[in-house]
């Protein structure tokens, strides 16, 4: 906690608390779209070079038809990845909760679950239900995460007797208003409301 006012410190807290799912969604589509456009680019520049092209516009066409495609596939894969982290992330927290259950709960686990194919299939129940509940929840995450950062450096940013006052009601206010961000984002758009009909004509 600073002594003193930190603007930077206090805008860079203030925009992942208030927008911290956005920026985390623009962030890794920008960010696979970058580096797909630049892979995909120099292996065209690769292939053009090896291919003995000399004209200047084949490999400014060409570079920059591969960069589009590259981005595209970039975000594609990117967002793949990102769902697939988020996956193993809960595979694994279920893994370490059976484990964790079994230790604690020695004779109940074996009253219920008897076999070695009891068992594997008592892991793999558990590893699928966290990697499917971590991923259906990965949004939330992401909100409560980019929240509780952007409090803490909002809370680095001013003097430590305010701090202390406002770092719970900025951490669930901006729980709150990034819901609501998510929510009017997931909302379908509501088609125009049809007119009366008029009275009938003769």
């Known amino acids: 906690m600073s002594p003193t006012f930190e603007p930077a410190l206090i805008i860079a807290g203030l925009a992942l608390c208030l927008f911290g799912w956005v920026l985390y969604w623009a962030g890794l589509r920008l960010l696979g779209a970058m580096c797909g456009a630049i892979a995909v680019a120099a292996l065209a520049a690769i292939v053009i070079l090896f291919g003995g092209w000399q004209d200047r516009w084949v490999w400014i066409i060409s570079c920059a038809v591969a960069a589009v495609i590259g981005a595209i596939v970039g975000v594609f894969l990117i967002t793949r990845a990102h769902y697939f982290l988020f996956f193993v992330t809960g595979a694994l927290v279920g893994a370490v909760a059976a484990w964790a259950i079994q230790a604690s709960f020695a004779e109940w686990v074996e009253s219920h ?6 068992h594997v299939l008592y892991y793999v129940a558990f590893t699928l239900a966290g990697g499917l509940l971590v991923l259906l929840a990965h949004r939330m995450i992401v909100v409560a995460l980019t929240a509780f950062f952007g409090t803490v450096l909002f809370t680095l940013g ?45």
């Open 113 to 118: 679950v008897s076999g070695s194919l009891g």
């Open 158 to 202: 001013v003097p430590s007797r305010y701090a202390v006052w406002l770092f719970l009601p900025l951490f669930f206010g901006s729980l709150l208003v990034q819901t609501g961000i998510l929510r009017t984002l997931g909302e379908p758009a509501k088609p125009a409301p049809k007119p009366p009909p008029g009275p009938p004509t003769k």
